[in-house]
């Protein structure tokens, strides 16, 4: 079984051309009292009844799954997707998914609404072998699973709230919020799962500004020690310290803002040092590292191995 499309657009789009289209719809409102459910409410009900009738004939019965993104903006007039749209959002909504997800999730395109720039997506089917057997849907796939979550993440960003608990996710959708800057684009998201649900979320102007501050960095600052063997020299200042002999040992890339210090000093390679650096990492607002440096500042006193007993 297939969604279908919004009841209230299916309505919308049967009375288009009834000139007493609005009188009727308010007449008919006003019989029928106020609506406290949203649209994704009440579609979803819609949908939830036609798999309980589908179900009465055949129990395993589904519905599809879908995704359908809407962009919107000044350049989106002519109903036309442009190709530079879909390659900066495609790819970066389902890396979003699959993070939220968990695990990868590949999503396939499968039209476009005419019209306007509504495109649908479905996650890809799963490749059985010809002696496996066919299984139904699961009642929570790994899609649904990392749709609900991101748009529970797109609905924080638009009401400004605090994000940090998808910090995983925020990549993925900083890179989004930054295509839909750069084309002037608004994102909607509905998406409609196995068992009727439907819920739709979006990425627009105040979201999109959210993103941006919550991008900018502060600098933490603290001071360490780095004791090691040099591994690396550039005469521009900087010194690779490699703290041991493992393979996978860490190495630190330590920075002389005077490389004249560096040179007085006369090191060389495999020559054991200890330096006193200064650790700085720089911070988003979600508690992300965007960048880590290690500035040297001085020589730190040699550590001496206490004897042991004999």
């Known amino acids: 079984m297939t969604t279908g499309d919004s009841w209230r657009e299916h309505w919308r789009a049967l009375r288009e051309d009834d000139p007493n289209a609005d009188w009727n719809a308010r007449r008919l409102l006003e019989e029928m009292g106020t609506e406290d459910r949203s649209d994704d409410e009440v579609e979803a009900d819609h949908r939830?009844?036609?798999?309980?009738?589908?179900?009465?004939?055949?129990?395993?019965?589904?519905?599809?799954?879908?995704?359908?993104?809407?962009?919107?903006?000044?350049?989106?007039?002519?109903?036309?997707?442009?190709?530079?749209?879909?390659?900066?959002?495609?790819?970066?909504?389902?890396?979003?998914?699959?993070?939220?997800?968990?695990?990868?999730?590949?999503?396939?395109?499968?039209?476009?609404?005419?019209?306007?720039?509504?495109?649908?997506?479905?996650?890809?089917?799963?490749?059985?072998?010809?002696?496996?057997?066919?299984?139904?849907?699961?009642?929570?796939?790994?899609?649904?699973?990392?749709?609900?979550?991101?748009?529970?993440?797109?609905?924080?960003?638009?009401?400004?709230?605090?994000?940090?608990?998808?910090?995983?996710l925020f990549d993925s959708v900083d890179t989004v919020a930054r295509a839909l800057d750069k084309y002037t684009l608004e994102l909607n998201v509905t998406w409609y799962d196995a068992d009727g649900g439907v819920r739709s979320a979006r990425l627009g102007e105040r979201g999109r500004r959210y993103v941006h501050r919550l991008r900018e960095t502060r600098s933490r600052d603290q001071e360490m020690t780095i004791s090691g063997r040099i591994t690396e020299l550039r005469e521009s200042g900087w010194v690779k310290v490699k703290t041991g002999t493992a393979k996978n040992a860490p190495a630190y890339d330590v920075h002389f803002e005077e490389p004249e210090t560096l040179l007085r000093m006369r090191p060389g390679l495999g020559d054991n040092v200890h330096f006193r650096v200064r650790f700085r990492q720089r911070l988003d607002a979600v508690g992300i590292a965007r960048a880590t440096e290690y500035t040297y500042l001085g020589p730190a006193a040699e550590q001496v191995p206490l004897p042991l007993d004999p």
Request: charged share 25%; no cysteine; hydrophobic share 40%.
């Open 48 to 168: 939830a009844s036609r798999l309980a009738a589908a179900r009465e004939y055949e129990p395993n019965a589904h519905l599809d799954e879908e995704l359908r993104l809407r962009l919107t903006g000044p350049d989106t007039e002519g109903g036309a997707l442009r190709f530079q749209w879909g390659d900066a959002l495609l790819d970066p909504v389902e890396k979003a998914v699959s993070a939220a997800a968990g695990t990868p999730v590949q999503l396939e395109l499968t039209g476009l609404s005419a019209g306007s720039t509504v495109i649908h997506a479905r996650p890809v089917a799963a490749a059985y072998g010809p002696d496996e057997p066919v299984l139904d849907a699961p009642a929570t796939s790994a899609t649904n699973t990392g749709m609900q979550t991101f748009t529970r993440l797109l609905d924080a960003l638009e009401s400004e709230e605090d994000v940090r608990e998808w910090s995983r």
